[in-house]
T-cell receptor
Framework: GAVVSQHPSWVICKSGTSVKIECRSL??????MFWYRQFPKQSLMLMATSNEGSKATYEQGVEKDKFLINHASLTLSTLTVTSAHPEDSSFYIC?????????????FGPGTRLTVL | KNEVEQSPQNLTAQEGEFITINCSYSVGISALHWLQQHPGGGIVSLFMLSSGKKKHGRLIATINIQEKHSSLHITASHPRDSAVYIC??????????FGTGTRLQVFP
């Protein structure tokens, strides 16, 4: 079946550095990609929605200058956490929607665990 | 009140038991997802339903659109089924609304 990959699966960085997370749809073209954040024992929180070739739509309370999203192609979206701080430590999950013709399915990536020291 | 409610929040079972997890929602939807999240975090999409019933191996998912209710059943449960099961609905927008999850532990 369709697969969404994320890279890296985990990352540890120092406070003040920037971290880029990649999300790829491996055997389909994703019309829309979503970025979620999950804190321990909580549900997924939508951060932003991105469509290929256009600017991402951020949810209320999510800083677009802090969390830069680039959706350069139908198979790749990136999330860059700029000037990361310990409070940005979280589990980041991307999801890709395959919405073509009669198909409308959403697939989830395995997630990236970010730890900011 | 959350738009998507799951029950129970926590569930323990002995290996081999039949398990049911419920999901009720209060909005009109175009689809409902059942997701599985293992410790360590990775999410697996189990089912996407817009009507009726789907089966995959020991997993069965049903949905009743009129009653705004879905169930996930696991037959002959196994310790490897231990995970958090999440119900998510898609209203007539792009965004999924997630339930808070059901934590399942299956003991040998």
């Amino acid at each position: 079946g369709a697969v969404v990959s994320q890279h890296p699966s985990w990352v540890i960085c120092k406070s003040g550095t920037s971290v880029k997370i990649e999300c790829r749809s491996l055997d389909f073209q994703a019309t829309t990609m979503f970025w979620y954040r999950q804190f321990p024992k909580q549900s997924l929180m939508l951060m932003a929605t991105s469509n290929e070739g256009s600017k991402a739509t951020y949810e209320q309370g999510v800083e677009k200058d802090k969390f830069l999203i680039n959706h350069a192609s139908l198979t790749l979206s990136t999330l860059t956490v700029t000037s990361a701080h310990p409070e940005d430590s979280s589990f980041y999950i991307c999801s890709a929607r395959d919405f073509q013709g009669s198909t409308d399915t959403q697939y989830f990536g395995p997630g990236t665990r970010l730890t900011v020291l | 009140k959350n738009e998507v409610e799951q029950s129970p929040q926590n569930l323990t079972a002995q290996e081999g038991e039949f398990i049911t997890i419920n999901c009720s929602y209060s909005v009109g939807i175009s689809a409902l997802h059942w997701l599985q999240q293992h410790p360590g975090g990775g999410i697996v999409s189990l089912f996407m339903l817009s009507s009726g019933k789907k089966k995959h191996g020991r997993l069965i998912a049903t949905i009743n659109i009129q009653e705004k209710h879905s169930s996930l059943h696991i037959t002959a449960s196994h310790p490897r089924d231990s995970a958090v099961y999440i119900c998510a609905v898609r209203p007539n927008t792009d965004k999924l609304i997630f339930g808070t999850g059901t934590r399942l532990q299956v003991f040998p």
